[in-house]
């Protein structure tokens, strides 16, 4: 232990909780977590620290919701499609609004194609569609010069922050403690975790799982590569306009790296056609707006139709990350006893990765497939530069994965 450690834990002393687990972060990932630990009648008690549970700060609160089920990791299909199903429990959680995969030239048709046998291998529902269906289907955000697209009927929307806050109060009320605190240090004594170090004093615990999202790297002071890569990403909203009559699906423009979606009250669009760009962010996954994304939002806006009249009337730089294959880190550390982590988890994989991570914490039997794709100890011996090059590389290509079998 370093002796900025050892300093801060004995004067945090003064007021000192127990728990048998603590979770650190309380977005998506974290409540989820608390909420399936909390549904274990194990007894265990269970700890949430965030340093605020009021405001979602972490990338939670800044995404827009887009879950498309299928993806070339036939892990992170598994852990989407369950994740679909706990959030269609949620009041007002997810929209089945379906998502629409657009192809704008011959060689965007053939991912298509190939997308499409690998999803109905999957089990997924997923259909070719013609250009003037998908127009169709989602009017305002379709234009007609097009060739094909792909449909997803089950694909849909969720409300990062309603599902949180239903997670929150679910396990709330089953008995998870809810601490609000900066976590300065995690307390070990020889090789075991022994607490954690926090704003709000020492919370003992035996296990500790660290849910800190785009912050992930700053508390893991042991042995091991953390490439939980922090990256600038530009998002606007349109202007108001009166709720339609349908619903449209989301839409994805693969080979231009752009999606939008109608928000209800507006329309959203985001793209990953720009230079990757790290961050290092302090305590909000708001990033200061660059440059080059004023550009980059105007080439995507040339995708949607001309009459969508969209403009942005918001833009911001949400910060989320990035990992050298584009897998969450999910599991345990072994080079410290009790302490797991899940990070770099997208919306779209957090309550399958909650529920995964709860099975393990609880000495259930895991996937073993699923356990060595996400093991957060694989990149162990490779260096942290060239994993950060690696991760950043990946942004652009940000729904492919390089899942190891
Ligand atoms: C603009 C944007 C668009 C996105 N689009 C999508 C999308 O369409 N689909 C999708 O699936 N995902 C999307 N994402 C990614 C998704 O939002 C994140 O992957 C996900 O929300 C991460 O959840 P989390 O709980 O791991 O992290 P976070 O929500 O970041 O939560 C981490 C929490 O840890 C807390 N914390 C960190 N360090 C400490 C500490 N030392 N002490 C106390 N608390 C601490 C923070 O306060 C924070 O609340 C997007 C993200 C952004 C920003």
């Keep these: 232990m370093s002796p900025n450690c050892l300093q801060k834990t004995m004067s945090d002393m003064a007021s000192q909780h127990t728990s048998h687990i603590v979770i650190i972060g309380g977005g998506i990932v974290g409540s989820a977590l608390a909420y399936f630990l909390s549904t ?23 995404a827009p919701g887009f879950v498309g089920q299928f993806n070339e990791s036939e892990v992170l299909t598994r852990l989407a499609i369950d994740s679909v199903e706990e959030y269609s429990k949620v009041p007002e959680g997810f929209d089945h609004v379906g998502g629409l995969e657009i192809a704008t030239s011959n060689a965007g048709v053939e991912n298509l194609k190939m997308r499409l046998a690998s999803a109905k291998e999957r089990g997924l529902e997923a259909e070719m569609i013609s250009s003037q269906q998908a127009m169709q289907m989602a009017p305002d955000l379709v234009k007609d010069d097009n060739i094909l697209a792909l449909h997803f009927p089950g694909d849909g929307t969720a409300n990062p922050s309603t599902i949180t806050a239903f997670f929150q109060s679910e396990a709330r009320a089953r008995g998870v403690h809810f ?212 991760s950043l590389h990946c942004y652009n290509s940000i729904y492919s994965t390089h899942e190891r079998s």
Excluded at 40 to 62: P, W
Excluded at 365 to 383: C, E, H, I, N, S
């Design 40 to 62: 274990s009648e194990d007894g265990k008690k269970v700890t949430a620290i965030d340093r605020s549970f009021s405001r979602l700060n972490g990338s939670t609160g800044y």
């Design 179 to 390: 601490l609000e605190g900066d976590v300065t240090g995690i307390r070990r004594v020889d090789d075991r975790v022994n607490g954690v170090m926090t704003s709000a004093g020492f919370v003992q615990a035996e296990t500790v799982v660290l849910a800190t999202g785009i912050w992930a790297k700053n508390l893991c002071d042991f042995d091991l590569p953390v490439p939980v890569i922090p990256v600038a990403h530009p998002y606007m909203y349109g202007e108001h306009h009166k709720p339609k009559t349908y619903k449209s699906p989301f839409v994805r423009f693969p080979e231009h790296h752009v999606y939008a979606r109608d928000h209800g009250q507006f329309f959203g669009l985001g793209s990953y056609d720009h230079k990757p760009l790290a961050e290092n962010p302090e305590d909000t996954a708001l990033g200061n707006w660059k440059e080059d994304f004023d550009a980059t939002l105007d080439r995507a806006l040339q995708l949607i139709p001309a009459n969508t009249n969209l403009v942005p009337r918001e833009k911001f730089n949400g910060i989320f990350s990035v990992t050298p294959d584009n897998m969450p880190l999910v599991g345990e550390i072994p080079n410290v006893k009790g302490l797991y982590m899940a990070a770099a988890v997208w919306v779209t994989h957090a309550a399958g990765c909650a529920k995964f991570l709860t099975r393990m914490l609880k000495g259930e039997r895991v996937d073993v497939t699923m356990q060595k794709a996400l093991d957060p100890t694989r990149f162990q011996g490779r260096d942290m530069k060239s994993l950060e090059r690696v």
